[in-house]
């Protein structure tokens, strides 16, 4: 069926690195643009990136809190999709979902989401 | 990149209707027609239950609905049931090329 399952959370302190995966499966990757999306415990979703069909540079996107620190990719063959976060703050402390986005801001299909603590 | 402005909380009886909004600016809500609804109970991930304005995905309940005036979105939920009670968020595409959520509306079904 269609899924989306995260993984690569955990606990890291601040200054630290952490690598966030996505593996799809049920869908024609290749032919979605792809999002994470974190929630910060107890409180909204924040749109952090998003990445175009091809994985192209020029596709790329960032929320202004992220961008310079947080690096998305994807790599179609392997059906997956990757969240390099450096320079973690406290203030990323959050669950990360991926989301397919069938179409502007349209994220029909979501993971589980893994969950990154950044403390000392 | 402020948040969209949603009410906290709204509330309702079961049966009656009620509309959550969602207020943005220029370069988002009021700039396309990219305005999705989501919602999420307590511990799941968001469900898509709305998308363009006014456009619901296939097995949401047609007692969701959505509409946008100006820089203002809004989704109604009609015929309330105890099962809608949860958060919903709105989000719209920008002149950024980046994704605007709302903070969230808690709905209570009482």
């Known amino acids: 069926q269609v899924q989306l399952v995260e993984s690569g959370g955990g606990l890291v302190k601040p200054g630290g690195s952490l690598r966030l995966s996505c593996a799809a499966s049920g869908f024609r990757f290749k032919d979605h643009y792809m999002s994470w999306i974190r929630q910060a415990p107890g409180k909204g979703l924040e749109w952090v990136s998003y990445?175009?069909?091809?994985?192209?540079?020029?596709?790329?996107y960032y929320a202004d809190s992220v961008k310079g620190r947080f690096t998305i990719s994807r790599d179609n063959a392997k059906e997956s999709l990757y969240l390099q976060m450096n320079s973690l703050r406290a203030e990323d402390t959050a669950l990360y979902y991926c989301?397919?986005?069938?179409?502007?801001?349209?994220?029909?299909?979501w993971g589980q989401g893994t969950m990154v603590t950044v403390s000392s | 990149q402020s948040a969209l402005a949603q009410p906290a909380s709204v509330s309702g009886s079961p049966g009656q209707s009620i509309t959550i909004s969602c207020t943005g600016t220029n370069n988002d809500i009021g700039a396309y027609n990219y305005v999705s609804w989501f919602q999420q109970h307590p511990g799941k991930a968001p469900k898509l239950i709305i998308y363009d304005v006014n456009h619901r995905p296939s097995g949401v309940s047609d007692r969701f609905s959505g509409s946008k005036s100006g820089n203002t979105a809004s989704l109604t939920i009609s015929g309330l049931q105890a099962e809608d009670e949860a958060d919903y968020y709105c989000?719209?595409?920008?002149?950024?090329?980046?994704?605007?959520f709302g903070g969230g509306t808690k709905l209570t079904v009482l």
């Open positions: 989000s719209s595409y920008t002149s950024s090329r980046t994704v605007l």
């Open positions: 989301a397919r986005e069938e179409q502007q801001g349209a994220f029909d299909i």
């Open positions: 990445i175009g069909s091809s994985g192209s540079r020029s596709t790329m």
